[in-house]
């Protein structure tokens, strides 16, 4: 009997843990279903939350404001700003020893400059639409001849140096009276090249009288001389400071910037030359020729070249570079407004 009472025992503890388990299951199911219906819930709410906002939106049209064009001032102006640097006029440049990339003689240089002057009127006048302009401004750079300095070129240039003058200013002042002609008025600011010095060496003494170009700015303003359109700032200095509207252009050669040759090429010595001339002077962009690639740089400008690639730059390993010159718009508190290059090159023509 005492056996048997324990076994009964036994079985009832047994069955009262089992329960108790059951229990405990049953409550962490609900437990667990009551977080999946909170879950659930959630889900419904922003479901519906959704189907609400997509609801509304499918409803609904866009209505966008109306942006109206922009209507042009009477009184918008602009100068038109072209230069004219690194000729290199009776220079002869021969396509055999170039691998035939350019060519240059004086009927070549003759008719890449008519290019020049006829492009200054056609891309400011038919590509450029809405401003009235006030003239142009002729930027002369320098390098006008290649000069006799070094024996090479006084063997193979196609006229000495006075004769060469004498033809070009010629043709100059035909180009010059097609601006004003176009234009009204015409300002044409002139400094010298390293290339049209007489002597051999650079010199600091007299630098700008003792140029061809500026010998050849001196002929046009007198050419000139009874055309009240027509103006000429020729200065002894290397440098020219040029007003248009409210901007400042510092006209300069080039070659008082040094180096180059590295990784950064023509930009590290051009910046050096820009940050030195502000240490004394004041203005808002320069204008530079000398290092024949066409380059705009914000607060400077650097020219191309008529003459284009030669023997010089294909021995050197310099970069390739079509002729063309810079032209731009300038225009009353913002400056250089619309930039181009204007390309000279017609190679049909020049015949070669």
């Known amino acids: 009997m005492k056996d048997d009472k324990s ?16 229990i405990a299951k049953a409550r962490r199911e609900a437990a667990t279903a009551k977080v999946k219906v909170k879950v659930l819930t959630s889900d419904l709410e922003e479901i519906t939350r959704r189907y609400d906002l997509l609801a509304s939106v499918k409803g609904s049209s866009l209505k966008p404001p109306k942006w109206l064009s922009p209507k042009r001032k009477r009184n918008d102006t602009g100068i038109v700003c072209a230069v004219l640097s690194d000729t290199h006029f009776d220079e002869v440049v021969d396509p055999a020893e170039m691998d035939f990339k350019n060519a240059y003689n004086r009927d070549i240089a ?20 809405g401003l009235d302009y006030d003239g142009c401004v002729l930027f002369m750079g320098g390098d006008m001849f290649s ?36 234009f ?17 060496k650079p010199r600091m003494k007299h630098r700008a009288r003792d140029n061809f170009d500026w010998f050849l700015g ?11 359109r027509v103006t000429f700032q020729v200065p002894d200095t290397a440098d020219a400071f040029v007003k248009v509207h409210d901007s400042t252009y510092l006209l300069t050669h080039g070659d008082q910037a040094k180096g180059g040759g590295g990784i950064g090429g023509i930009w590290p010595p051009i910046m050096r030359l820009v940050a030195r001339k502000k240490n004394n002077t004041e203005f808002d962009c320069m204008v530079l020729g000398h ?27 310099f970069s ?26 017609d190679r049909k023509s020049e015949g070669w």
């Open 320 to 345: 390739f570079e079509d002729p063309q010159q810079a032209l731009w718009i300038n225009v009353p508190e913002h400056g250089v407004l619309w930039q181009t290059p204007i390309k000279v090159l």
């Open 291 to 317: 290092w024949h690639q066409l380059v705009w740089g914000g607060n400077f400008i650097i020219n191309g070249s008529l003459k284009g690639y030669d023997e010089y730059a294909a021995v050197s390993n």
């Open 110 to 129: 003759t008719m890449r400059l008519e290019r020049f002057f006829t492009k200054v009127v056609l891309l400011s006048k038919e590509y450029i639409t």
């Open 147 to 182: 000069g006799d300095i070094h024996e090479e070129l006084s063997e193979t240039n196609e006229d000495t140096m006075l004769g060469s003058v004498l033809y070009w200013a010629e043709q100059l002042a035909a180009g010059i009276n097609l601006l004003a002609d176009e």
């Open 7 to 22: 076994l009964k025992e036994f079985t009832e503890d047994d069955a009262s843990s089992k329960e108790i388990l059951e």
């Open 184 to 200: 009204g008025k015409v300002h044409v600011p002139v400094v010298v090249g390293n290339h049209s010095r007489r002597t051999r």
């Open 218 to 228: 001196k002929q046009l303003e007198q050419h000139f001389a009874d055309d009240e």
